[in-house]
C-alpha cells in the first residue's frame, strides 16, 4: 500500500485555507433553513379547511418535493433552471444558490422535526397555562418551546450535519470550498487517495464539534428549570 502520510499532513493547511467559505455557506443555510422549517411547521399546524386547506396542502407539497429529491438535482435547478424562468435570477451567484439550495432542501426536514416537536408537548400543559393567566405568547415562550426544542435538539443536530456534510456539493456549481481545493491538491500531486482523505478528516472534524455542541446543547436543555 503506497499512501504517502506526509503529504497528506502538509495537504491540510493547504485545504484548511477554504474552510472560511464552507463554514460560511453552512452557517447561512443553517440559520435560514431554522427559520424557514419553524414557519412550515407552523402552517402545518393550521386547520385543514377552507384556505387553510391551501396552505397546509401547499407545506406538504414543499415538504414532500424537497425530501423526495436529491440535494444536487435541486442546486442544479436552482442555479442553471430557474434563470430560464426568472431572467432576473441570472445574476445570481453560485455560492448564493448554494445557500438557497440547501436551506431550503434542510427545511423540508426541519419542518417535520419541530412539528413532532411541537406535537409531542402536552396540549394539556398549554390549557392549563392559559387558565392561570398567561397570554398565549407568554405560554408558549415558558412552557411550549423550551420542551419542543430540547425535543426537537437530536434530530435537528443530525440535520445540521448533514447540511454541513452537503455543502461539500457546492465544488459542482464552481464554489471554492473544501473540496474543490482538495481536488485541485490531487490534480497537481496525483496523490487523489491522500488529498481526499485529508479533506474527509476536516469534515470529520467539523461533524466531531458539531456533536459535541449538540450534546452540550441537550446536557443544558435537560437541567431541572430553576425559578
Not at 427545511?107 to 390549557?127: C, M, N
Not at 457546492?170 to 500531486?189: H, R, Y
Request: hydrophobic share 50%.
Amino acid at each position: 500500500m503506497n499512501f504517502d502520510v506526509s503529504y497528506m499532513l502538509s495537504v491540510i493547511p493547504q485545504i484548511l485555507g477554504y474552510l472560511p467559505i464552507t463554514l460560511l455557506i453552512s452557517l447561512l443555510s443553517i440559520l435560514l433553513a431554522t427559520v424557514l422549517g419553524l414557519i412550515f411547521a407552523l402552517l402545518l399546524r393550521i386547520e385543514n379547511r377552507g384556505f387553510g386547506r391551501i396552505v397546509v396542502g401547499f407545506a406538504h407539497l414543499y415538504i414532500s418535493f424537497f425530501r423526495g429529491t436529491p440535494v444536487l438535482v435541486q442546486l442544479l435547478i436552482i442555479y442553471f433552471g430557474l434563470p430560464q424562468l426568472f431572467p432576473a435570477l441570472n445574476s445570481m451567484s453560485a455560492i448564493n444558490a448554494v445557500i438557497l439550495g440547501l436551506s431550503l432542501n434542510t427545511s423540508a426536514y426541519l419542518a417535520e422535526i419541530f412539528r413532532a416537536a411541537i406535537d409531542s408537548v402536552d396540549k394539556g400543559q398549554l390549557e392549563a397555562s392559559l387558565a392561570s393567566g398567561l397570554t398565549l405568547s407568554q405560554a408558549s415562550r415558558r412552557i411550549l418551546f423550551p420542551q419542543a426544542c430540547r425535543n426537537a435538539i437530536p434530530a435537528t443536530g443530525n440535520v445540521y450535519i448533514g447540511l454541513i456534510k452537503n455543502s461539500s456539493l457546492a465544488f459542482t456549481l464552481g464554489v471554492s470550498e473544501l473540496l474543490a481545493a482538495g481536488k485541485l491538491a490531487a490534480t497537481e500531486s496525483l496523490k487523489y487517495f491522500e488529498a481526499y482523505f485529508a479533506v474527509g478528516l476536516i469534515y470529520w472534524a467539523l461533524t466531531i464539534v458539531l456533536s459535541e455542541l449538540q450534546r452540550r446543547l441537550e446536557k443544558s436543555f435537560n437541567k431541572p428549570y430553576v425559578h
